[in-house]
């Protein structure tokens, strides 16, 4: 009689337990996870037709290249989900204000940590408030070249002729001389070739011409220079520069190389190797 009425108290009071965090801390719960769950979904929902009405009010802005359109959408991407993630914590009942009072310490130590993150992250700024190169267009960053394929809140990655893709980061591409060669209408092309001292040079000239002349790629309205350049150690060499559209550049300089070899040897002209003259002393 006395175990079952133990029992029967036991089992009473964790009904009692139950009920009370039933009624309060389980519901509250139940209650902040419902609440976060419909903030999470709304804002996720509001922040992809923002995303979606800003992206469409960019394309039609000529004057906004597309680097500057992917990196302004992002910068909103990332405080639109900041936003929505600390209304979500608030919602769940965390405090925030303790939370958002250690932010001015923990700012200094991200700062010291992600000093170069954010150096990348306002190089990127820079970059694209400049507009130094759009999506596409073929470039040299210091030492490096390729085409631009895509430029993010740290980096730009570009493809090179030889089909490698180099990652550099923005601070890197902000200090070094940029050079955009898709921004230019034309661009000159300077071709050296050396002769023996030797040979008739007024010949020789007339084969660099005729031949460079004949190309169809090179805009005459524009004139091409051959000149000396240089009074070598085994050559006299000429410079000859013709301009281009930056399309055929490499068209151009390719060919004339494979041909003007021919051209010379049809005129007995032969490029000299170097050679050094040695004179014995009789005695």
Known sequence: MALATKIGSSSFNILESLQFWKSDGFS?????????????????????????????????????????????????????????????????????????????????????????????????????????????????????????????????????????NITVSNNIVWGAPVTNFSDIDKRRVDLVVGVPYDCDLKVAKTVFSDLINSYPEVLQDLGVKIEISELADSSINFIIRPWVIPADYWTLLHRFNSEVLGKLAEKNIYLPFPQMDVHFDKD
Do not use: H
């Open 28 to 164: 509250t719960l139940i209650n902040n996870l419902l609440s976060g769950i419909i903030v999470l979904i709304i804002g996720w929902i509001v922040l992809k037709i923002i995303l979606s009405t800003l992206k469409k009010g960019l394309k039609r802005s000529p004057k906004i290249s597309e680097l500057l359109q992917d990196y302004f959408m992002k910068i909103v991407s990332i405080i639109g989900w900041v936003i929505v993630v600390v209304t979500v914590l608030s919602q769940l009942g965390i405090d925030m204000a303790p939370m958002i009072a250690g932010l001015g310490i923990t700012g200094v130590v991200l700062g010291l940590a992600l000093k170069d993150s954010i150096s990348n992250f306002f190089a990127g700024f820079m970059i694209i408030i400049n507009q130094l190169f759009r999506k596409g267009d073929y470039v040299q960053l210091g030492s490096l070249s390729g085409t631009v394929k895509t430029m993010d809140l740290m980096s730009v990655r570009l493809s090179t002729p030889d089909g490698k």
